[in-house]
């Protein structure tokens, strides 16, 4: 689903200034999912606001879609095309090759091409360790898991760090990593949340946006479990 979207709340010192700047995003799942394409979509309207751009964002775009997604974008004259996931590098280094005067940039641990694709990125690893030290301090069973949506490097590094950070804080602490390979289906992560409980597992660290908020919807009236949220507060 694509939505092109013209300057609707100008700052001040933006409003008399016609639009000369536009800017796309690609987003895995839902601007609304209360993670991490929402996070993606809030920035992009940031960019909206503050530099009185015109942005255009799509939805749900799989990996397999990304190239034609972006290559669309980069047709249209857009000056920023962002992908919002790890999971459209290689079609990032395709597309941006093709078009050396458009300006691409990646959400994820990604060293770019020095010319015109980028990243934007944090060390998320270093999130995945202090997550895993929080889980073992609090866990009253000895298992903790973290799930995630893909196995993209960018989160086998921070799967890799949270049983760092588990066995660091307490070595008797049994860590479980699942994968799910989606970020949509919430089915799936209810299933795999459902099996983990069978085994005793009282902490989570969900990292898999709609899926994950799904997990977290099941998980949270069980009394004696702990689930730590990603991107966003997800308390509510």
């Not at 990304?66 to 597309?95: F, W």
């Not at 691409?104 to 990243?119: D, E, K, M, Q």
């Not at 660091?168 to 799936?188: N, P, S, Y």
């Amino acid at each position: 689903m694509s939505c092109r979207q013209s300057p609707n709340n100008p700052t001040e010192e933006t409003s008399n200034v016609p639009s000369s700047f536009s800017v796309a995003m690609l987003l895995s799942g839902s601007h609304q999912d209360k993670s991490y394409s929402q996070g993606g979509y809030e920035g992009l309207k940031l960019i909206e606001q503050e530099y009185n751009a015109e942005v255009d964002y799509t939805e749900y775009v799989s990996d397999d879609e990304s190239e034609a997604v972006l290559r669309q974008y980069a047709e249209d004259d857009y000056d920023l095309i962002i992908g919002h996931s790890g999971g459209y590098i290689e079609s990032a280094e395709k597309v941006a090759a093709e078009f050396p005067r458009t300006k691409f940039a990646l959400v994820t641990t990604y060293p770019g091409n020095n010319r015109n694709l980028g990243a934007v990125a944090f060390r998320s690893g270093e999130v995945g360790y202090l997550t895993g030290a929080l889980a073992a301090m609090k866990t009253q069973t000895q298992k903790v898991a973290y799930l995630v949506g893909d196995d993209y490097p960018v989160y086998q590094e921070e799967a890799a760090l949270f049983k760092r950070g588990v066995e660091a804080t307490d070595a008797d602490v049994e860590a479980f990593i699942e994968v799910l390979g989606t970020w949509t289906e919430g089915e799936k992560a209810i299933e795999v949340v459902t099996q983990l409980r069978e085994q005793g597992v009282d902490i989570f660290a969900i990292n898999a946006d709609e899926a994950g908020v799904a997990a977290i919807e099941e998980l949270k009236e069980e009394e004696g479990v702990y689930i730590i949220g990603w991107t966003k507060d997800q308390y509510e």
